[in-house]
Structures are given as C-alpha cells and as structure tokens.
C-alpha cells in the first residue's frame, strides 16, 4: 500500500507561483511513474504533469511553460512547480503513483489551489 499526502496549496494571486509537493510512503519512484492531476469544480479530473519511473516528463498543453514536475529520490518527495498561474488553474490538486502494467493506483487526498485576485 503506497500512500500521497499533498501540500502547498493555497490563494495565490493571478501571475503568481505556488510550489506542490506530493510525500510518499516509502522509496517508490523506481518503480511508480507519478503524475499531478487536477480537478475543477464541475470538471472532469485531468492530468497536469507526469513523470515515469525512467525520469520522462510530460505535461497538459495548458500548462507547458508555466509547471515543472520534478523528483527527490532522499525525500522521497514529488513537485509540481507552477508559476505564471491563472483563474483557469483553480482546481484540487492530486498526486498519484501508478504501475499500468499491474494495474496499481494510488491517490492522495489533495491539495487545494485558488487563484483569485
């Protein structure tokens, strides 16, 4: 059993930065590809950032440019780095490990994340 706790979220203002940073329970990022998704109210939850178990990023076009998903293998830590935020990046913020050929996923609680002047 793998378990995400989410933090960093919070009232940032258009323009601004927020850092996210997703704690797993034990060293798993050799074998979890870990991702971000997020969830707007009355939307459907998306992926924002992935990063594999190699160490390859992808990212949702409405974010390239603006997030950075990065690891900390002695942390055991992921971020989601998000700078130039906008209104449309209001959502609840999730952290997940996933081994697709297993068919294991993990969830964590979330974070949330209002941008508003």
């Known amino acids: 059993q793998v378990q995400l706790v989410e933090s960093g979220g919070g009232l940032v203002q258009p323009g601004g930065s927020l850092r996210l940073s997703c704690a797993a329970s034990?060293?798993?990022?050799?074998?979890?590809?870990m991702g971000w998704h997020r969830q707007a109210p009355g939307k459907q939850r998306e992926l924002v950032a992935a990063i594999t178990k190699g160490g390859s990023t992808n990212y949702a076009d409405s974010v390239k440019g603006r997030f950075t998903i990065s690891r900390d293998r002695s942390r055991n830590t992921v971020y989601l780095q998000m700078n130039s935020l906008e209104s449309e990046d209001t959502a609840v913020y999730y952290c997940?490990?996933?081994?697709?050929?297993?068919?294991?996923?993990?969830w964590g609680k979330g974070t949330l994340v209002t941008v508003s002047s």
């Open positions: 034990g060293s798993i990022f050799s074998i979890y590809d």
């Open positions: 997940n490990a996933q081994r697709p050929m297993y068919g294991v996923n993990y």
